[in-house]
């Protein structure tokens, strides 16, 4: 099989978009954050806030002891808050099992709350240089068009079999660095709707030497499939309430509350899930942030 062509790397350092944690020296912590925030949030709006959080919580020690409250008011509109109360507990675990030091490999990044595969992967790639192929959105779809000649992706699940694939394809040595450019190639230029054009591996891709066939009914059903809306969804009103409670300085009243959104039986349906899933707390009726 053939490796990834150095044309890739060539094309990131002239065209790559400046982001702060990939432009700037930062920790493995530093890396690991940005991977939780970056998840469901675009980068341009996770940089102010990454950057918000090192400064204030720049090692895991330093979040492990955080009030709930603050972090949850740190973490502000970058959505799936849950992400944030799972940090903590990995900042927890990191300073409880593993004497405040980010751990680098797969198998002990996987046993923190909150860390998936992805984010395992991404942290011993980025922060620790580690041969290990990375599968994001952007780089699922550079492969599918540049090495299995389809338009969209098949699935938005890796297998083990992307993986080793993907493995497959690394140099021997700054495997990192085209992980970093095949996630870019995806973000700018392979994008859903591609700039074949600027794309510096367009001459070698199956899909371009297939004649750029069009996604078949089955891959455009599927990709609908994936698309997530948000207005109107409970996840809408779980971020109005979340945003009401951060900027409250005292528990707010249910009857403040219920004229947050015309629905009440789905504000209550999202009020109690958040209820459930620890990030908000109740006294009498009056709601507030855990501290």
């Given at each position: 099989m053939p490796q990834l062509s150095p044309t890739l790397i060539d094309w990131f350092n002239t065209n790559a978009r400046p982001i702060i944690w990939r432009d700037?020296?930062?920790?493995?912590?530093?890396?690991?954050?940005?991977?939780?925030?970056?998840?469901?949030?675009?980068?341009?709006?996770?940089?102010?806030?990454?950057?918000?959080?090192?400064?204030?919580?720049?090692?895991?020690?330093?979040?492990?002891?955080?009030?709930?409250?603050?972090?949850?008011?740190?973490?502000?509109?970058?959505?799936?808050?849950?992400?944030?109360?799972?940090?903590?507990?990995?900042?927890?675990q990191i300073v409880e099992k593993h004497a405040g030091i980010v751990p680098n490999t797969v198998e002990e990044?996987?046993?923190?709350?909150?860390?998936?595969?992805?984010?395992?992967?991404?942290?011993?790639?980025?922060?620790y240089k580690q041969r290990v192929p990375v599968i994001d959105v952007n780089i699922r779809?550079?492969?599918s068009r540049a090495y299995h000649g389809t338009y969209l992706p098949r699935s938005n699940a890796t297998t083990k079999t992307d993986l080793v694939f993907l493995e497959?394809?690394?140099p021997t040595t700054n495997?990192?660095?085209?992980?970093?450019?095949?996630?870019?190639?995806g973000a700018l230029v392979c994008t859903p709707t591609p700039d074949c054009d600027k794309c510096p591996i367009n001459t070698e891709c199956a899909w371009q030497l297939a004649g750029c066939p069009p996604p078949s009914d089955e891959e455009l059903n599927q990709a609908k499939r994936r698309v997530q809306k948000f207005v109107g969804t409970d996840r809408q009103?779980?971020?109005?309430?979340?945003?009401?409670?951060?900027?409250?300085?005292?528990?707010?009243?249910?009857?403040?509350?219920?004229i947050l959104w015309p629905d009440n039986q789905q504000l209550n349906r999202a009020l109690y899930s958040l209820l459930e899933d620890g990030l908000i707390e109740e006294t009498n009726s009056e709601f507030k942030l855990p501290s």
């Amino acid at each position: 099989m053939p490796q990834l062509s150095p044309t890739l790397i060539d094309w990131f350092n002239t065209n790559a978009r400046p982001i702060i944690w990939r432009d700037n020296p930062t920790t493995a912590w530093g890396i690991l954050v940005s991977e939780v925030m970056s998840q469901q949030t675009p980068v341009r709006r996770v940089e102010p806030k990454w950057q918000e959080w090192l400064d204030r919580w720049p090692t895991p020690a330093d979040l492990a002891v955080a009030p709930t409250d603050e972090v949850l008011k740190a973490w502000d509109n970058l959505g799936y808050p849950r992400r944030a109360l799972r940090l903590k507990e990995c900042a927890q675990q990191i300073v409880e099992k593993h004497a405040g030091i980010v751990p680098n490999t797969v198998e002990e990044l996987l046993a923190l709350p909150g860390i998936g595969d992805y984010t395992a992967r991404a942290v011993c790639a980025f922060a620790y240089k580690q041969r290990v192929p990375v599968i994001d959105v952007n780089i699922r779809r550079v492969i599918s068009r540049a090495y299995h000649g389809t338009y969209l992706p098949r699935s938005n699940a890796t297998t083990k079999t992307d993986l080793v694939f993907l493995e497959n394809l690394l140099p021997t040595t700054n495997a990192a660095s085209y992980c970093t450019a095949l996630m870019e190639l995806g973000a700018l230029v392979c994008t859903p709707t591609p700039d074949c054009d600027k794309c510096p591996i367009n001459t070698e891709c199956a899909w371009q030497l297939a004649g750029c066939p069009p996604p078949s009914d089955e891959e455009l059903n599927q990709a609908k499939r994936r698309v997530q809306k948000f207005v109107g969804t409970d996840r809408q009103v779980r971020g109005i309430i979340m945003a009401e409670l951060r900027t409250a300085t005292t528990p707010v009243p249910k009857t403040a509350i219920d004229i947050l959104w015309p629905d009440n039986q789905q504000l209550n349906r999202a009020l109690y899930s958040l209820l459930e899933d620890g990030l908000i707390e109740e006294t009498n009726s009056e709601f507030k942030l855990p501290s």
